[in-house]
């Protein structure tokens, strides 16, 4: 099947980055290694940010969707100008691995957006009873997991050491991204789930991506806070792929409801609430 062009110009970045992962760390001087490995981390997320824009002006008449794209566009951009600052602060500052620091900052307000993104596309949709106690039973279950991830952290958030915020910072990074990852696949089993059972075209398209896009950022962020509580993280590092990965597949998924909205799809969204 052809490439679209988006897929196209993901294939590429990921061309990229692994011809700059397998070359570049023995070539490369430690200062060009580190600027070229920010910049890959800022053209992620940029790509992640451009598509969701673009989904934003493709849904201008459907009204759900609309506000959904538009908070993921925005925690993305908020995300986006915190990898912006963690360039700024170890290129130009010269501080490597600026963590925690005032890029944190834009990268914990991300999170509500994003969950609101997330939770405000279910909550206008049509809401069947079977689909609604499912939905419960599972929030009940994520919102008791995250509280036990950040009782882990909780105990640093009040430390006036780096070390204990920056282990809090993490937690809360974890327990987002984990529920990000659980209503997405949520949304996606569910809506699969209905579709089998009522014989209509598929529905989950995107919330897959959307899903495995989080997944990655959840794994990302736990290793991330192992090999930095052990001192051995550096920008352009091997597990850097699970970024590039989730800022690419929340890319992609912007880009295939982009053309189910466009053109037909098996992408179909349910009906909306009337109102």
């Known amino acids: 099947?052809?490439?679209?062009?988006?897929?196209?110009?993901?294939?590429?970045?990921?061309?990229?980055?692994?011809?700059?992962?397998?070359?570049?760390?023995?070539?490369?001087?430690?200062?060009?290694?580190?600027?070229?490995?920010?910049?890959?981390?800022?053209?992620?997320?940029?790509?992640?940010?451009?598509?969701?824009?673009?989904?934003?002006?493709?849904?201008?008449?459907?009204?759900?969707?609309?506000?959904?794209?538009?908070?993921?566009?925005?925690?993305?951009?908020?995300?986006?100008?915190?990898?912006?600052?963690?360039?700024?602060?170890?290129?130009?500052?010269?501080?490597p691995v600026p963590f925690p620091?005032?890029?944190d900052i834009f990268w914990?307000?991300?999170?509500?957006?994003?969950?609101?993104?997330?939770l405000h596309w279910f909550r206008n949709f049509v809401l069947g009873e079977t689909r609604l106690s499912q939905f419960n039973v599972i929030a009940m279950v994520g919102a008791a997991m995250v509280a036990s991830i950040l009782v882990f952290g909780a105990p640093g958030l009040f430390s006036m050491s780096v070390g204990g915020l920056g282990n809090t910072l993490n937690s809360l990074y974890i327990a987002g991204d984990f529920l990000l990852f659980l209503i997405a696949i949520s949304v996606a089993l569910i809506l699969a789930q209905e579709a089998r059972q009522f014989g209509y075209k598929e529905t989950r398209g995107y919330w897959m991506f959307l899903a495995f896009a989080f997944a990655a950022l959840s794994i990302f962020d736990i290793l991330f806070g192992f090999l930095v509580g052990r001192g051995s993280y550096y920008t352009g590092h091997a597990i850097d792929f699970l970024y590039y990965a989730g800022y690419l597949t929340l890319g992609?998924?912007?880009?295939?409801?982009?053309?189910?909205?466009?053109?037909?799809?098996?992408?179909?969204l349910p009906k909306q609430r009337k109102r």
Do not use: C
Not at 57 to 82: C, I, K, N, P, T
Not at 108 to 118: D, E, H, K, Q, R
Not at 261 to 266: F, K, V
């Open 1 to 95: 099947m052809k490439m679209r062009f988006e897929e196209k110009i993901g294939a590429l970045l990921l061309a990229v980055a692994v011809f700059f992962h397998v070359f570049a760390r023995g070539v490369l001087p430690n200062d060009a290694f580190f600027l070229a490995a920010n910049i890959l981390n800022v053209t992620f997320s940029f790509f992640a940010v451009y598509y969701t824009l673009a989904a934003f002006v493709v849904s201008q008449y459907d009204e759900a969707s609309r506000h959904f794209w538009l908070f993921m566009h925005m925690g993305l951009l908020v995300w986006f100008l915190g990898d912006v600052a963690w360039l700024v602060q170890e290129i130009f500052l010269n501080l």
């Open 101 to 103: 620091s005032f890029s």
């Open 108 to 118: 914990v307000l991300g999170y509500p957006l994003l969950i609101f993104a997330l």
């Open 252 to 268: 992609m998924a912007a880009v295939y409801f982009r053309y189910s909205t466009t053109q037909s799809s098996i992408w179909v």
